[in-house]
């Protein structure tokens, strides 16, 4: 297959910080990878997130959960905007709604999410306080393809990060992050280069 040559359109949804947005913007910049951020999706007024986005002069929408009586009305809204952006790639980064089965469907194999745990293990809320919990030794994060399946989807790529002696969630959720923002870019390079797809329920890279 010949490789792409300009850059995969992203719209990336996030509820908070956005450290992951970040370095994604950031990848995109320096010319990691062959990718570019159209627009930024919020559903959160107070995420600091949306304040990078405007800082490196992104497009952002604010899509507030609370002004929609049900999941799905607010799930139609974000479908409108994501795609008068006609994206690529749909990228979940820290966005902390659950989607309904039609919205997945409808981006299904063009949608990933980064997940604060090896995953299957500690799919949902609290993952690194309940690694600790749990006496874990191990713990990390994945990205995955979504599927309607909430967490559950196949996944790309981890990293393993090692639960020290007195590691509290916060200092382990550090950690982790700091290995979120390498393997999130490197997800959506792979993407953006045409060697990543959702095949029959399965990851393939390069084939
Ligand atoms: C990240 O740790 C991400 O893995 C997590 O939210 C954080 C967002 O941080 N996502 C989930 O828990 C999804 N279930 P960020 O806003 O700084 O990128």
Redesign the pocket.
């Known amino acids: 297959m010949a490789k792409p040559t300009s850059p995969l359109p992203l719209v990336v949804l ?8 970040q370095a994604i913007i950031d990848a995109c910049a320096s010319g990691q990878i062959n990718a570019e951020v159209r627009a930024v999706i919020c559903n959160r007024p107070d995420a600091y ?1 949306l304040e990078r986005a405007r800082n490196a002069g992104i497009t952002t929408q604010l899509v507030n959960h609370r002004d929609f009586s049900d999941r799905r009305s607010f799930d139609i809204e974000l479908e409108r905007l994501i795609d008068s952006y006609h994206p690529g790639l749909v990228v ?5 709604r659950i989607l309904t089965p039609e919205f997945v469907n409808r981006y299904m194999g063009r949608l990933i ?4 745990s090896l995953l299957p293990n500690f799919q949902g ?1 609290h ?1 690194h306080q309940r690694a600790i919990d749990a006496g874990a030794k191990e713990h990390g ?1 994945s990205v995955h393809f979504v599927t309607p399946e909430l ?1 559950g989807g196949p996944v790309i790529i981890r990293a393993v990060v090692p639960i020290l002696d007195g590691d509290d969630a916060e200092a382990l ?1 550090q950690r ?2 700091t290995q ?1 923002h390498i393997i999130y870019p490197k997800a959506v390079g792979w993407y953006a280069e045409g060697r990543l797809s959702l095949k029959e329920g399965q990851t393939l890279l390069d084939g």
């Not at 996030?14 to 992951?20: A, D, L, Q, V």
């Not at 979940?92 to 902390?96: D, I, Q, R």
């Open positions: 996030i509820s908070g910080s956005g450290s992951n947005l997130g979940l980064a820290g966005f902390m999410n980064i997940h604060p809320l993952t994060v967490d959720a982790v992050l979120e």
